[in-house]
Each structure stands twice: as C-alpha cells, then as structure tokens.
C-alpha cells in the first residue's frame, strides 16, 4: 500500500502523538505525512518492553510499507521502550538506508539548556516513569543534573475523554504537581513526558510557580526534526513533498476522527488499519 512516495512516518499508540505531528505541520508544512495510531492496544505505558516492542516493530514495517523513508516515534513509552532496539538491531536487517526517530532525547538536549538549579521534574505515565529512559538519558548529557520524576496514570484518561477541566480531572493534575514539588523543591524545569500533555499545559501552568520551566514536546521535537534533515541532506531529498497527510488507525474510525480533531484543531478524515 504505497500512499505516498516518501512520506515522513509518524507513530503512536494513540492520540498523543497527534500533539507532536499538529508542530510538525507548523514547522515543516510542504512535507507528507503519514500518521499512524494503534489506539486499539492502547494505551502502551502499562505493557512490558516485550509487548510494546513488537506493536512497535509491525508498526514501524507498516509505515515502511507504504513508502516511509523515516519514521517518527511520536509516543515515549515506544521511544523508551523500543526505539533502540529497533535503531539497533532491527533497522540493519530491513533496510539499512531508513531512520527512526524517537521524542526522549530532543527533549533531554532542551533541559540542560534551561536548568539553573540543576534539579529537573519530570511528569509521565507509568512506563515511561518506570523504564527511567528520561533519567539515564539525562544522566548520559547531563552527568550533574539531578532529576525527579512521577507517574500520572490518570492524565491520559482526562485527555481522551475531554475531563481535565472538571472538578475530578483538577484534583488529579494538581495532586502529582505537588506530589512531584514535594520531592524536590528546588526542580526548576519539569519535561511533560507524554505526548498527550500539552492538552493539559494550561491546566498544568496553574499549579506551578512562575519560576519553573515546561518543556512541552512538540515544539522541540518539530525544530529537532527540521534541523536532522538540514543535517542529513541524504534523507531529507528522499521525503516527498506535496504539503499531503494520511491518517490511519487500527481502532473505530469514527471515534478516531471525532478525538484527533481535538488535538490537531481541524477536521480530518482517517482509514482503519490492521497490524
């Protein structure tokens, strides 16, 4: 099913990455996109390296498929969990000349460019907290930088369901904010390591002081996209470009539809897909 000639792949389990492609089309309109999420074994952040690495890999050898040069995992739990093994071990054997990308370590450079403290937050679901990719990515950049981190499970649930303005969604934001304050009061910067948050940033903005820094993904990851192609001009002449985007989804097209207008502010018309 080759859609586009060489299209720039970009994969979530769900709806998050859909905050990521909305600045890659700010950044980078003249390119085609294909966007895939498997909201039908979603949401990732609670299954085994295991489980995500192989929804990751059929993924990934989906988006191939259809003519995808590189692919973007615009998900952190398949970021954390299954980006270097797939770089590794994978990419040589199904094509040595194809990237994938990943959202943790654009994220990672930012902090070391905003931090004064050196104590960094970091707000994510229970795989990403737990596979502590953020901390050892850090730790590699950053040998000084301390960092802290706490799971929100019920962050993704709020987002999808349109809830994080209500009296229960308020409770949850404002309970792991200060649960991740309380750890470390001298946190300056906190990355929002989901890409469903940035839904949730002006809700977020309430609860922390002005003094602190939030690294909303899209826009770094957009610009850390934009400037990788001007530095691999092998790749970058390999992307079509006709300004086109084609959305897919192994779950119910209609419901995809009406919940992926919200992140990306506009109308859009999506397939269903089996992996």
Known sequence: MNIHKQAIGVFDSGYG???????????????????????ARSPYGTRSYDVVYEYTLQAVEQLFSMGCELVILACNTASAKALRTIQQRDLPKINPNKRVLGVIRPSVEEVGLLTKTKHVGVLGTVGTVRSNSYPLEIEKLYPDIKVLQESCPMWVPLVENNEFKTEGGQY????????????????????????????????????????????????????????????????????????????????????????????????????????
Do not use: W
């Not at 990455?17 to 909201?39: A, C, H, M, T, W």
């Open 17 to 39: 990455g859909l905050s990521i492609l909305n600045e890659f089309l700010k950044e980078l309109p003249e390119y085609d996109f294909i966007y895939l999420g498997d909201n």
């Open 172 to 275: 949850f934001i404002k309970k792991n904010i200060a649960n991740l304050l309380q750890k470390d009061p001298k946190i300056d910067t906190i990355i929002l390591g989901c890409t469903h948050y940035p839904l949730l940033q002006e809700e977020i903005q309430k609860y922390l002081p002005n003094r602190i820094n939030l690294i909303p993904q899209g826009e770094i990851v957009a610009k850390s996209l934009k400037d990788y192609l001007k530095r691999h001009p092998e790749m970058e002449v390999r992307c079509s470009k006709n300004g086109e985007r084609e959305f897919f989804t192994t779950e119910f097209v209609d419901s995809f539809e009406e919940k992926a207008a919200r992140f990306l502010n506009s109308e859009l018309k999506a397939r269903h897909i089996n992996l």
